[in-house]
Every structure is written in C-alpha cells, then in structure tokens.
C-alpha cells in the first residue's frame, strides 16, 4: 500500500477500504522463451479468483489476445479478437504455484517469447468491481443467471464457449435493449434477443434467445465490470469508482 493510500485508510476502528491495487493490475514484462514463466503482478487470483487477459506489444497480435479465467480455468483460453468457441488445455496461461501471486505462461511465442513485450491485465472478483460466471444456456427468453458483483454491472462481456459465436456486449450507455459485438468494428445492433430488453440488476443479468449468449445446453462465460454503483467502501470516494473504466 503506497503512503497515500496509508493517509486516507486512516486509523482506528473503520472498515477497512478497497483500492484499485488490491484488485486489479497492468503488468508489463517480457519473455524468455521458459517453459513455466512465472509473472508475479502481486494478485493472488489462486485465492479469489478472475481474469487474466494478454497480449502481445511487439509484433503482430491481432487474433491471439488470450483471456484466461478461474470460472472455466486458466488452462482453457478464448481470444478476444475471434469468434472462435473455447480452446480446452492449451495451458499458455496457468495458475502459479501453491499461494504464490501471479500466473505463469508457457513457451508459447504469444504470451512468452524473448523476442517480443508483453502486457498483462488482471481483474480478481471482488463486490462492487468485477465478477466472472460460467453458466448453460437455456434457449429461453429471459432466462437469468446470478452474480455475485453485488452492484449493476455496468458492462458485460458474453462468449459463447461451445461454438463460434461473436462476443456480445452489454454496456450501461446502450442499455439492454443494444448490444455490441466486441470482436468487430460493427456498430451497436438493437435486439431483444440478446439481454431480453432487460437491465441488468445487482443480483442477475437477463439473456434472451441468442445463440450467442443463451444457446440451449451449450456453456457460455461472462464478465461483469462494475458500472458506479458499488458496494462497499473503495478509496475516499467509494461511489465514484467504475471498474469498467479500467479496460
């Protein structure tokens, strides 16, 4: 914790606050070709679970920006720049060792080769910050699914694991009755089918009939950033942190 942080946490018997640093890092490093690369960003996501997402500052990188979470396991990567369904296994990004923070990556030339820089973002789950669901689709119009953010999300990210689906994205400026595709430069579409019409609440989001987030029997994962209405106490200004700003 920085010394400023120490002046606003201040003394005595107050709950203790939130800040950013606990909960979410931009790490830069670069690779070296091993074979089990340990990135130490501070984050202990063994012990609470989140998001690794990676990408690659030299060279070329489009299409294989990983993201990796605890939900479906850190081991099964999906890339945010394709439409692709889940790769199961690849290992690229792994959990670290034992209560050590961080992640490893293995030798693979998009997340740790010495030729080229990376950078890292990591969200852990945390009340009134960011969540991570993997739920089964249903096929049915409004069907909701429970989160744990405690607060209305104000941006959530949807992948379709089992096929290739584009992402789907809910954000708080649309609202629910648009969505965007986050894996394109198309513009926001209006579709019921999509988040039902439905605003998100602090407890669930709501999914319409879109194969893309609600497809019968097939897995799906979500991401949900925190839209200025969180709970808890963040920082000196607890009401005025948004979590998706820091995407």
Known sequence: MTPIQQIFL??????????????FSTFLYTG????????????????????????????????????ADTARGLDDQIFTAKSDAQSDGLGRIKAASGSN???????????????????????????????V????????????????????????????????????????ELGATHNIEINNNQAAGASSTVFNNTEPTASVFTLGTDGATNSNGQEHVAYLFAGGEAEGSWGP???????????
């Not at 049915?140 to 992948?159: N, R």
Request: proline share 1%; hydrophobic share 25%.
């Open 32 to 67: 070296d070709n091993g074979s089990n690369r340990h990135v130490d960003n501070g984050l202990n996501i063994n012990g609470s679970g989140g998001l690794v997402w990676v990408d690659k500052r030299t060279g070329s990188s489009w299409g294989s920006i990983y993201v």
């Open 133 to 172: 669901v993997k739920y089964t689709g249903n096929g049915t119009a409004g069907h909701t699914i429970s989160h744990s953010l405690g607060s209305k999300p104000g941006m959530i990210f949807i992948k379709n694991l089992d096929a290739g689906e584009n992402w789907r994205g809910y954000h708080r």
């Open 237 to 247: 200004n607890s009401g005025d942190f948004t979590a998706s700003e820091h995407i």
């Open 101 to 131: 923070t961080g992640f490893n990556v293995n030798n693979d030339s998009d997340v740790n080769s010495s030729s080229h820089n990376y950078c890292s973002w990591t969200w852990l789950r945390s009340k009134g910050f960011f969540d």
């Open 10 to 23: 201040g003394s005595g018997g107050a709950a203790k606050k939130k800040y950013i640093d606990d909960v």
